[in-house]
C-alpha cells in the first residue's frame, strides 16, 4: 500500500498547476531540490509515472492527468477541515461549569463571569458554589476558582491569580466608641471572634490566637459571611477577606492588610476542559479582570 501525506499531494498539484519544480518550489516556499526528491518518492511509492520529463518542463502523464482531479478533491477536503478547525477555535459558545466558595463566588468570582458575559453573550455559565473541592479530573466542574498554598492533581492546567488579602475589620460604631485597635498589637485590649471548624481558615485562626487575650475571646464563626454578620453586631473585632469586608457597609479596616495573612489562589482546569475554546477564553479573561480589581485592594477604606 502506498504511504504519503498531504504535503506530497501538495507538491504534485504545485508541479502540475506551474508546469516546473522552480514554479511549484516559488509557490509553495519550498527548496527546488526538495520538490524533485519528494516528487521521485511519490511516484515510486504509487507506483506510477506523474510527469513527462523534458527541457521545457513536466507535463502531465496519462496516470498523472488521471489523478489530479482526485488530488484536487483531498485538497479541497484538507482545506474545509483546516477551515473548520479555526472556526472551531473561535467558537466559544457553550456552557462552562465554575465552581468557588461561597464569598468568593459571589464577590470576586460573579463580577468576573458578568463582565465576560458582556463581551460574549453566547457562553453561558453553571455556577457550582461549594465549600468542598470538586473534582475537575472526574468532571464535576470545569474551572475551579481556590486559594491554596499547593495544587494537587496530575492533569490540572493552574492560572495564578492576585492573592487574597485580609486585615482586621470591626464594626464602624465599634471603632469609633473604642478608637481602634489601629495595629495588631492592640488586639490583644480587644474582645475577639475566631474561626471554627472552618477548612481553609487555619492561616485566620491562628494569626487571631497569636495576637488575642485568651479571656477576651467573644465568640466564633465557622464562615467569612456569618463573621461578617457577627462583626455588624458590635461583638468585637476579626479577620476578613478584605474583598468582603470592603464590600460589607457599616464594617472597616482596622489597619492595612499584613503582608503575612496573603494567601495563594488559583484558577484551576483540567487538561480536558482546558482543551475547550471557551474555558481558556474565559480562564484568561478572569485572571486579567481579576488583576485591575485587586490594583487597589491594599489602599485606605
Known amino acids: 500500500m502506498a504511504v504519503f501525506d498531504w504535503s506530497d499531494l501538495r507538491l504534485f498539484l504545485g508541479v502540475a498547476r506551474g508546469g516546473s519544480t522552480l514554479a511549484a518550489a516559488r509557490e509553495l516556499g519550498v527548496n527546488q531540490t526538495t520538490v524533485a526528491r519528494r516528487l521521485a518518492a511519490l511516484e515510486q511509492g504509487l507506483g506510477v509515472t506523474l510527469f513527462e520529463r523534458s527541457p521545457r518542463g513536466y507535463a502531465l502523464s496519462a496516470h498523472g492527468a488521471a489523478l489530479v482531479s482526485r488530488a484536487e478533491a483531498v485538497e479541497a477536503a484538507t482545506l474545509s477541515l483546516r477551515a473548520e478547525a479555526a472556526r472551531l477555535a473561535r467558537d466559544l459558545s ?24 458582556a463581551v460574549h453573550p453566547e457562553v453561558t455559565f453553571e455556577i457550582l458554589s461549594a465549600a468542598r473541592h470538586l473534582n475537575l479530573e472526574e468532571g464535576e466542574a470545569d474551572i475551579a476558582f481556590r486559594s491554596a498554598r499547593a495544587l494537587t492533581g496530575d492533569t490540572l492546567v493552574a492560572t495564578r491569580l492576585p492573592d487574597v488579602m485580609a486585615t482586621l475589620y470591626c464594626a464602624d460604631a ?128
Open 174 to 301: 465599634y471603632f469609633e466608641r473604642l478608637a481602634g485597635p489601629l495595629r495588631a498589637d492592640d488586639i490583644r485590649d480587644h474582645d475577639v471572634l475566631l474561626y471554627a471548624g472552618t477548612p481553609g481558615m487555619e492561616l485566620f485562626s491562628d494569626w487571631l490566637t497569636a495576637h488575642a487575650t485568651p479571656a477576651r475571646i467573644a465568640g466564633t464563626a465557622s464562615a467569612p459571611e456569618d463573621m461578617a454578620g457577627l462583626l455588624l453586631s458590635g461583638l468585637g473585632v476579626s479577620l476578613l477577606p478584605c474583598f468582603l469586608g470592603d464590600a460589607t457597609p457599616g464594617l472597616r479596616r482596622c489597619f492595612q492588610p499584613p503582608r503575612e495573612l496573603d494567601r495563594a489562589w488559583w484558577a484551576v482546569a483540567s487538561q480536558d476542559a482546558y482543551a475547550q475554546p471557551r474555558v481558556r477564553s474565559f480562564m484568561a479573561f478572569a485572571a486579567e479582570h481579576l488583576r485591575l480589581e485587586a490594583a487597589g485592594v491594599r489602599r485606605p477604606r
Open 94 to 117: 457553550g456552557a462552562i461549569k465554575v465552581t468557588a466558595t461561597h464569598p468568593i463566588m459571589r464577590h470576586l468570582v460573579g463580577p468576573a463571569i458578568g463582565a465576560y458575559r
